[in-house]
């Protein structure tokens, strides 16, 4: 797979969990970190989460001690656990291939899903 492919968004009470997957060959991952942003409508799409080649993880203020992202032992899927989720959460939520030398986050740069919708009520 070269782009993307994002699973697991749905609707869900506020305080609830999901996971996201974002699928992908273990070649891919193993030239290209991944990060996990979102948009909500009228707003600028943000970073979330970021895992890079080599495991360092980073995260949003907004999603510390909430959200865990991690590899799979395979390597071919990234998940992006949530959890006391909020209705501000509320979002679409992409997933992004990004070339390894590229660390700075804010950069928009590499391949993108077509994102999956985070709905939380209240």
């Known amino acids: 797979q070269v782009h993307p492919v994002e699973s697991g968004g749905g609707l869900v009470q506020a305080g609830g969990s999901l996971r996201l997957s974002c699928a992908a060959s273990?070649?891919?991952?193993?030239?290209?970190?991944v990060g996990w942003y979102r948009q909500a409508p009228g707003k600028e799409r943000e970073f979330v989460a970021g895992?890079?080649?080599?495991?360092?993880?980073n995260y949003a203020d907004s999603v510390k001690g909430r959200f865990t992202i991690s590899r799979d032992n395979a390597k071919t899927t990234v998940y992006l656990q949530m959890n006391s989720l909020k209705p501000e959460d509320t979002a679409v939520y992409y997933c992004n291939f990004r070339p390894s030398l590229v660390r700075n986050w804010s950069i928009r740069v590499g391949t993108w899903g077509q994102g999956t919708q985070v709905t939380v009520s209240s």
């Open positions: 895992i890079t080649t080599g495991d360092i993880t």
């Open positions: 273990g070649s891919i991952f193993s030239i290209n970190a």
